[in-house]
């Protein structure tokens, strides 16, 4: 099949547009082989035909949807400028990369925005790495090359070119970074510090504003990073090209001239810079040119303070500095040096006496004035033997003056450079190799070009050659790999065009040649040129309207030059008397400038061009030619990168206009075809640009190899079915490992594929209908049959159902007339009953109304008689109620009296308010008087109702008589009765009303006491509800203060353990300065003698330190030296500084810093703990602020509380004074508290002064009781030295394995018990320094072991409990077999904490080393589970041209279980030591965040890797981890949480909106540039997978908008995080001599037991 049947209906094919460049449009028709026309649609719907006759042709195709975003473009389908113009939009735009591969050259756009990509992380997670798996990163390229460079030891290059603006600079910048960090990570030394300090400089004496760019690079570099045998940097050199000089004195509009000087007039109030008269930059002629002196988003002052810092780290003194700045103040105050022309015609010019600007200049180069004004007006000249002064011109002269401080500042850029070189050289060795960065311009053309964009041109001409070389090479080396018979690849060799420029009688001879004409001009040159290249090669033209300009065809465009100016720029004429009187200057480093160099080491000629006219001298000034010095060193150059291997990185300026991630496609195609990327691809497209492995393609294209399919040999498989594929030959070839396809190839059998399994699957889908079909129609069969049998079922069910209802009717029938005839019957029987029913019920009730009617009469005379015996007791009850009230009124009003004078009583409230107990009591009192007064008042209320009882009776016995004689005196005297019972009468109803009153107020007196038992109740609740609320409040206050605490103390704690980290560094990096100064002294010695190995590793004595003897570094470490107490100032601590001030003001000992008085450490240790004891005290007083406003709160609260809770004034009075009473009982608490300080102040007190009392006097009764101690062990003073060197120093590891854990820590602290017995306090500090400094010491013996390591871990940690168990600081008086020590050991106790960090710390230095290189290979690209790898078919089968593969390594097929047994090989060391399960938990919390962010980093950088099946792989890697961390009894601590979330995300539908909401919800541990950013690298492994959408992408960034970030956005885990340890302290069980059992081969039988 040919390429061009690929032209069918449906089709994308790229079509050019003006605006766009190239556009997708759709066929809408087949295209055959002769249509002069195809109709196409575009993308907005429109149709068009168009034309496909030549030159035009038919129109590129595109790829495949599944190919988008490619991040390498020679892997392309089809290699067309269209597809990598849009490929780079799409990586752009749409996934924001801005790296992509082309072959062997990285593609960088500039972003115009600062990307969270270069961070340390991103650098660890690709050092190491196999580059063609990675993400494409300029980091990559570095590392493939240091990667080559170790591994082949051969020298590289990586080449950086680009326009100006397009982010050279930045790109130089980061690789050196990478450089930095990964090679300087092995000795700590300051080389790559001073290399990375470089670029400040070269930035402000090199850089300027122009209008493409605000930190352009007016001159090229070359800087050589020299590494020795370990990999390490250890020197550099810098090379430098075309310093752009015309700028230090002329800029166009809106540009600037370099950074310097506006970085000097910015900061001219400096009290240093003062005395160089600097002003305003708008006040310097060599400044406001451009009229755009400040640059936004830019501090010069800041910038100044970066370039001077820069300049001390590389060794450049304060007043070379300043003497660097005097003489660029001289060159702007030269070019406000004011010319006046004079004489007539102006042929003369002068300088005013009296002119201030010469003056300063003249001051500040220490020249005389009066000269330099006179030699800036005149020059001397040669004639016929004889010297003759000749005057200038106005023009002249300003010409001269422009050309003396172009001069000047190009020998101070020189002398910079060269001050560079000189810090950057190597001192201790040679570089066995280097890796060489090249920032140089990119191939520039303006709409006036000129001198400088010839030589630029031609320096890109030169490079794009080598680089076509090197492709062609690298394509080539390929073949010849695969041992291919391959021809010749055509390409474009631009050597005609360099010869045109740099051949024998080419531009650049023609140019020198005239230059040595007196009278030479650039109008004769250009005839010249005219004469001599036009019609003679393709390559030279002459515009049509000038004469005085010529047109070259270079490799990226057409450029026309102006020969204006040519020769001028080329002479560079500087004269040589300006220079004689610079030469004679006071500064000594002007004078050094301006010395006669021998051989022509300048870079241009310091004498005027006609100074002496022999042909001698025609031809030394010939090779001082601007252009010739180029020329010169360009060919240096290339020499140098055809020796090395090259990378090369090609920057792209996205846009003109600055704007982040804006993406101009005219723009970036200029540029693509400028920088030799289209070169690539059309070169790649040349020869077989698609490669595939036999493997890959047999797996890809299985589908088409019919019956000759053999798994067995894949290779002879392919080879028998391609020709069947592909008939044409020429399009093909089968190399090695790889079959090989010409451009177009592999679409044309993604088309077969395609068809093929496009037949398939009609075939499929004919077969699986016909089956459906055939499975219906026997549904349906079988369907007819069940209706037909339950039809005829129903029918037959029918037909009995009619016989069964006729008999049933006839039965019905039967039956309704029988019942009929019995209902008739019965209604007659049942009316016959109730007839005689209601006559006997009739009679019956006449009898019962009779009955009721006499009952009836009887109970009415009944009632009556009642009611007039109730009538006479009611009123005689009455009248004794009365008397009943009146005395209970009176008794009830005192009662009422004497409650009213107790309620108001002050006394009262104030035994209420005494505490809420006294109150309840009190009022429960209350309660029980009431009781007892009710009790009393009803006995009283008894005796009165006895008494009115009797009374009662005598006025009833009395009534009796009355009624009596009433009845006899009836007739007598009827009116005396009347007024008798009238009186008693109203004396009854006088009474009664008195009692109601009576009983009135009884009732309102029960009810105040009721409401004032439930106000007593209520008030009960409230204060206990209080109270609780206050209590609940002030538990949350201290909670959260805690917390707060906690979090604190965690934060200081790691800042602690990063302090001790770097200085267990820098005491490493001592050790080695120390080694490297002994073997420099032993290299001078004259004899050699032979020491024992262990003498260096023994210390000197149990009280000295191993660095008692060090010796004293100069100056430049010094200034180097780390100070934790101050970020600013560097220098070292002297012994006048406030130190020792400042340590006894914080308390902080001093014998530890005299023990280490010789070490180069001991003031960064002072410094470390002086910060430490500073953060203690601040932490403290910050608790006691805490405490204040805590308790200032509850009050507020309370406050609050009395403003908010409106009601009885006497309930709020007894509301304060609780709150009055509680805050006394608080005061009296703390008092309480302070008394019992105070008592175990004066506890230890007493015991200190027992101990002091006991080391003064040793007959004292308290050393004789510690003397009584038995079972501890005795070692006399010289055999301590023995005994460190037996038990620690000397020990070999197998011995220390097999004795009990913490036997030396055991046998050590009964040693130091028994010297502490003794009362020699001496003897047991040094001891216990000694032990810790043999610890250290072993711990460096063996770095690289983990049971050593394990073992001197578990020592320390048990040394230290006991030590402190034993000091007299813990509390040991509840135990009685616990004797404290005398000695004070809080520093030994201090000091063995920071070795069980570092030993801990050491630890998981070694796990990490072990499992760094396993960790991708294992967690990754191993394949665990089976059948999941041939499941896998990969799309695009083909790595990155130019990336050699690497040599197999041991990591090669690590698996899980290598990571399984690492961990294990470290849970066994540690378990074997009986060391604490916390411990344990916290050290593999540890190395689960370092698997779980080494895997993710890598993962996130990977596109091969985002894929359904790795995740699968990934999560059933991440389920064995958790499984042994389960077996074993521990717990990642969320570590693991997120790699398990990317696993999810990678096995999550990504398809719509719900997808989108449940993986944000489900992947929370991710931040939102990782969801992206995995999402954009989605892979599809199969064909049953699809691409993760753009549109899907958008869903998701929109979704995580409203998501909150806990941490800072980054898109790539710390992998160098440290989570800080804790120690628990857990009390050892007691010690004694009986209980060790000390082996014989610890040599320590000198030890007595006492």
């Known amino acids: 099949m040919a390429t061009t049947e690929l032209y069918t209906k449906g089709a994308c094919v790229w079509v050019p547009d003006p605006e766009a460049v190239w556009v997708s449009v759709q066929l809408l028709q087949d295209y055959h082989p002769g249509d002069q026309q195809i109709l196409i649609q575009l993308s907005d719907g429109r149709e068009m035909e168009y034309p496909v006759l030549p030159p035009a042709g038919l129109p590129p195709l595109g790829n495949p949807d599944i190919l988008e975003g490619e991040n390498d473009l020679t892997a392309l389908t089809f290699l067309h400028e269209p597809a990598v113009l849009h490929n780079l939009r799409v990586r752009f735009l749409d996934y924001n990369s801005i790296y992509t591969y082309c072959g062997i050259v990285l593609v960088a756009l ?968 002994l073997f420099t002294t032993n290299e001078h010695s004259r004899g050699h003698r032979r020491t024992d190995s262990t003498v260096s590793l023994e210390p000197l004595s149990p009280v000295t330190t191993p660095f008692s003897s060090s010796p004293i570094f100069p100056s430049p470490e010094e200034i180097r030296r780390i100070s934790v107490t101050s970020a600013t100032d560097r220098r070292p601590w002297s012994h006048e500084q406030p130190l020792n001030i400042l340590m006894e003001d914080m308390s902080v000992a001093k014998d530890t810093a005299e023990r280490m008085k010789g070490e180069d450490l001991r003031y960064a240790y002072d410094a470390v703990r002086v910060a430490n004891k500073f953060l203690e005290t601040q932490l403290l007083s910050q608790r006691g602020q805490w405490e204040q406003e805590i308790s200032a709160l509850r009050m507020k609260l309370q406050q609050a509380h009395d403003k908010d809770t409106p009601g009885d004034p006497e309930i709020n009075e007894l509301t304060e004074q609780v709150a009055v009473r509680e805050q006394e009982c608080v005061r009296l608490r703390q008092e309480l508290k302070e008394l019992k300080h105070t008592v175990s102040l004066r506890r230890i007190l007493s015991y200190a002064g027992v101990a002091i009392a006991a080391s003064q006097d040793p007959t004292s009764p308290g050393p004789q009781k510690s003397q009584t101690l038995s079972g501890l062990l005795e070692c006399r003073k010289r055999d301590e030295s023995k005994l460190i060197k037996h038990l620690i120093t000397d020990v070999r590891a197998e011995g220390v394995l097999s004795l009990s854990p913490g036997l030396a820590a055991r046998v050590l602290f009964l040693c130091v018990r028994q010297a502490d017995c003794s009362g020699d306090q001496t003897r047991v500090k040094g001891l216990c320094g000694a032990a810790v400094s043999a610890i250290k010491t072993a711990m460096k013996k063996h770095g690289n072991d983990l049971d050593m390591t394990a073992v001197w871990l578990k020592n320390a940690y048990l040394l230290k409990d006991l030590l402190h168990q034993h000091s007299h600081q813990q509390d040991v008086r509840g135990c009685e077999e616990l004797v404290p020590l005398v000695t004070d050991v809080q520093e030994c106790v201090r000091a063995l904490s920071d070795v069980c960090i570092q030993a801990y710390q050491q630890l998981l230095s070694i796990s990490e080393s072990h499992l760094q290189p396993m960790i991708v290979p294992a967690m990754l690209e191993s394949e665990t589970i089976p059948g999941l790898a041939g499941s896998s078919v990969k799309i695009v089968g083909r790595k990155r041209a130019g990336s050699d593969p690497r040599p197999p390594t041991s990591t090669e097929g690590t698996t899980m279980s290598a990571v399984l047994r690492e961990l294990s090989a470290l849970h066994t060391a540690l378990s074997r030591q009986d060391l604490p399960s916390a411990l344990l938990a916290q050290a593999f919390r540890q190395l689960m965040y370092l698997l779980s962010a080494t895997t993710l980093n890598s993962l996130l950088l990977r596109k091969d890797m985002c894929c359904w099946n790795r995740g699968l792989q990934i999560r059933y890697n991440v389920s064995l981890l958790e499984e042994w961390l389960r077996s074993r009894l521990l717990q990642a601590g969320g570590a693991l949480e997120p790699l398990i979330q990317a696993a999810q995300l990678l096995q999550m539908s990504k398809k719509t909106e719900v997808d989108g909401q449940a993986m944000v919800q489900t992947c929370n541990a991710l931040s939102n540039q990782q969801l992206v950013k995995m999402l954009s690298l989605y892979t599809p492994q199969s064909d049953l997978e699809e691409r993760v959408t753009l549109n899907f992408i958008r869903i998701v960034q929109g979704l995580l908008k409203g998501r909150s970030e806990g941490q800072p956005p980054q898109l790539l885990m710390d992998v160098r995080r440290v989570f800080p340890v804790t120690f628990p302290y857990q009390p050892p069980p007691q010690v004694t001599a009986a209980q060790l059992e000390i082996p014989e081969s610890l040599k320590i039988s000198f030890l007595r037991r006492v």
């Open 110 to 1077: 500039n972003p115009y925005e600062q990307l969270p990509i270069y961070g340390e992380e991103v650098i660890d997670a690709y050092s190491g790495q196999d580059t063609a798996d990675m993400e494409p990163h300029i980091f990559s390229v570095a590392e493939e090359a240091y990667c080559t460079m170790t591994r082949e030891e051969k020298n590289q290059s990586i080449i950086i070119s680009g326009e100006s603006g397009s982010g050279k600079t930045v790109s130089a910048k980061y690789t050196m970074r990478y450089f930095a960090v990964v090679g300087g990570a092995a000795q700590q030394t300051s080389v790559e510090e001073k290399v990375l300090a470089s670029n400040p400089i070269m930035e402000a004496i090199g850089n300027a504003k122009t209008t493409r760019n605000d930190n352009s690079s007016r001159f090229g570099k070359y800087i050589e990073i020299g590494f020795g045998r370990k990999g390490d940097i250890i020197g550099a050199n810098m090379k430098t090209y075309l310093l752009e000089k015309s700028r230090v004195v002329f800029q166009a509009a809106e540009e600037r001239n370099y950074h310097i000087f506006y970085q000097l007039c910015a900061s001219r109030d400096l009290p240093e810079l003062r005395t160089l008269k600097f002003d305003s930059a708008e006040n310097f002629h060599y400044t406001n040119q451009g009229q755009d002196v400040q640059i936004p988003g830019r501090d010069d002052v800041v910038e100044l303070e970066r370039t001077r810092n820069a300049f001390t780290i590389l060794g450049v003194q304060p007043d070379q500095q300043m003497e660097i700045f005097r003489i660029l103040a001289a060159i702007l105050h030269l070019g406000n040096v004011n010319i006046q022309a004079s004489g007539r015609g102006g042929d003369r010019s002068y300088i005013n006496a009296d002119d201030r600007s010469l003056a300063v200049f003249a001051k500040l180069l220490g020249v005389e004035g009066a000269q330099m004004a006179q030699w800036l007006c005149h020059r001397r000249l040669a004639v016929g033997g004889e010297m003759l002064v000749k005057p200038m011109t106005g023009q002249q002269a300003n010409e001269a003056r422009d050309a003396l401080a172009k001069h000047v500042y190009e020998q101070l850029f020189t002398w910079t450079v060269q001050r560079l070189n000189s810090s950057l050289r190597a001192h201790r060795e040679q570089p066995k190799s280097f890796i060489g960065v090249l920032d140089i311009y990119g191939f520039e053309t303006f709409d006036r070009n000129s001198f400088e964009q010839f030589c630029i041109n031609y320096a890109n001409e030169k490079l794009q050659q080598q680089f076509n070389r090197h492709v062609f090479q690298l394509e080539q080396e390929e073949y010849l790999r695969e041992e291919l018979p391959w021809n010749r690849i055509e390409f474009s060799d631009n050597q005609p065009c360099i010869a045109l420029i740099e051949g024998q009688l080419g531009l650049l001879d023609l140019l020198d040649e005239e230059c040595r004409m007196p009278k030479g001009s650039d109008e004769n040159w250009a005839r010249k040129v005219y004469d001599q290249h036009l019609n003679h090669t393709p390559y030279f033209r002459k515009p049509r309207m000038s004469n005085s300009a010529f047109l070259i065809v270079h490799f990226a465009d057409l450029v026309q030059y102006e020969c204006d100016g040519f020769l001028d720029k080329n002479r560079d004429t500087v004269f040589e008397e300006p220079i004689n009187i610079l030469r004679a200057s006071q500064s000594e480093l002007v004078a050094e400038l301006f010395q006669k160099e021998s051989g022509g080491s300048l870079p241009n000629s310091s004498l005027a061009n006609g100074s002496v006219r022999s042909g001698k001298r025609a031809h030394r000034e010939h090779k001082l030619t601007v252009g010739f010095q180029f020329r010169q060193s360009l060919h240096l150059l290339m020499d140098t990168l055809n020796s090395t291997t090259p990378h090369y990185v090609r920057c792209i300026k996205s846009n003109d206009l600055k704007q982040p991630f804006l993406f101009d496609p005219k723009r970036a195609v200029q540029q693509l075809r400028a920088c030799g990327v289209l070169e690539t691809i059309r070169i790649s497209a040349a020869g077989y640009p698609s490669r595939w492995t036999y493997e890959e393609f047999f797996t890809r294209y299985r589908v088409l190899l019919h019956d000759s399919v053999s798994q067995d040999d894949v290779r002879r498989s392919c080879q028998s079915a391609l020709p069947n594929l592909i008939p044409d030959p020429e399009q093909y070839c089968f190399g090695k490992t790889k079959v090989f396809f010409r451009a177009g190839q592999v679409a044309v059998l993604e088309k077969l594929r395609g068809d093929r399994l496009s037949g398939a699957g009609v075939l499929i889908q004919s077969w699986v209908r016909g089956w459906l079909q055939r499975k219906r129609y026997q549904r349906l069969r079988w369907a007819t049959f069940i209706l037909q049998r339950y039809t005829r079922g129903t029918l037959a069910r029918r037909l009995a159902w009619t016989l069964r209802y006729t008999r049933v009717a006839l039965i019905i029938q039967k039956t309704y007339r029988m019942l009929a005839v019995r209902q008739l019957y019965m209604t007659i029987r049942e009316a016959t009953i109730k007839i005689q029913a209601f006559i006997r019920g009739t009679q019956a009730r006449r009898i019962y109304r009779q009955m009721l009617t006499e009952r009836a009469v009887v109970f009415l005379q009944a009632q009556v008689r009642g009611w007039l015996a109730r009538c006479s007791f009611r009123r005689v009850r009455t009248a004794v109620v009365l008397l009943q009230s009146c005395v209970r009124r009176r008794a009830a009003r005192k009662e009422l009296l004497r409650l009213r004078a107790e309620a108001r009583s002050v006394e009262k409230f104030r035994e209420l308010n005494k505490g809420m107990e006294v109150k309840l009591m009190q009022l429960q009192l209350r309660a029980d008087q009431q009781a007892r007064e009710s009790a009393s008042l009803r006995e009283i209320l008894q005796a009165e109702r006895g008494a009115h009882s009797s009374e009662l009776e005598q006025l009833r016995s009395s009534l009796l008589k009355l009624q009596i004689q009433l009845q006899e005196n009836a007739n007598t005297a009827p009116l005396l009765a009347d007024k008798q019972e009238e009186d008693m009468r109203k004396a009854e109803e006088k009474a009664a009303q008195e009692i109601l009153k009576l009983t009135q107020e009884i009732q309102a007196l029960r009810f105040e006491r009721d409401s004032l038992e439930k106000e007593k109740d209520d008030l009960a609740i409230r204060l206990q509800d209080q109270e609780k609320a206050q209590e609940e409040s002030r538990q949350q206050s201290v909670d959260q203060a805690g917390a707060s605490v906690r979090a604190e103390l965690e934060e200081e704690r790691r800042r602690y353990q990063s302090l001790l980290r770097e200085f267990t560094r820098l005491e490493q990096r001592y050790d080695n300065l120390r080694d490297m100064s």
